[in-house]
């Protein structure tokens, strides 16, 4: 029984990190990564559609994303969709493809980002202790039923901070490779 909340607490952190490391991806650094656009929808035949799924976005080099509508009829919907976004891209299209040029970021704009990661990362860990606080209190509730006694509750509750501090290790891990990734 406690092994299998345990499992349950384990998976639930490791979507802490996952739920971070996407999310961290949508903040732009100065290199090209088709990740940035994963928040942004065009309006495709009256629904707000990905644009991943409308057209081909590929990385030509390191600071250009390219992206080829597979209906060229939605250029202009993809090129609004991107101005109107809070990128602050510029594109360019030649008819059949888009442009999209990653400019350099500035020392200003890289402490923003670096901000938002560590806000991002703080919010992950604070999701983490309240999901290790409901499995203190589940797992207490259990000992005064009497399902399990106040040893294994003790090892229980020590195994449940062994595996936040881990998981929090990961966290500030994939914060300090984003912000490494921001400052380049």
């Given at each position: ?113 670096t901000k938002q990661v560590k806000e991002m990362g703080e919010?992950?860990?604070i999701a983490v202790r309240n999901q290790r606080r409901d ?50």
């Amino acid at each position: 029984m406690v092994n299998d909340l345990l499992a349950e607490l384990k998976s639930g952190y490791e979507q802490a990190v996952v739920a971070l490391r996407r999310d961290a991806a949508k903040i732009r650094t100065g290199r090209a990564n088709p990740n940035i656009l994963d928040a942004l929808r065009v309006d495709y035949y009256g629904t707000p559609t990905p644009i991943m799924q409308i057209a081909a976005v590929k990385v030509a080099d390191a600071r250009m994303i390219t992206i080829q509508p597979w209906e060229k009829n939605m250029i202009n919907a993809i090129e609004k969709a991107i101005m109107s976004s809070d990128l602050g891209l510029n594109p360019s299209n030649d008819g059949s493809l888009i442009r999209l040029p990653i400019p350099a970021l500035t020392g200003e704009r890289r402490k923003e980002f670096t901000k938002q990661v560590k806000e991002m990362g703080e919010k992950s860990k604070i999701a983490v202790r309240n999901q290790r606080r409901d499995m203190n209190d589940m797992l207490k509730s259990i000992q005064k039923d009497g399902d399990i006694t106040e040893d294994e509750l003790k090892k229980a509750l020590t195994k449940v901070q062994e595996l936040t501090d881990e998981i929090t290790k990961k966290i500030d891990e994939v914060v300090a490779e984003k912000e490494k990734e921001i400052m380049e």
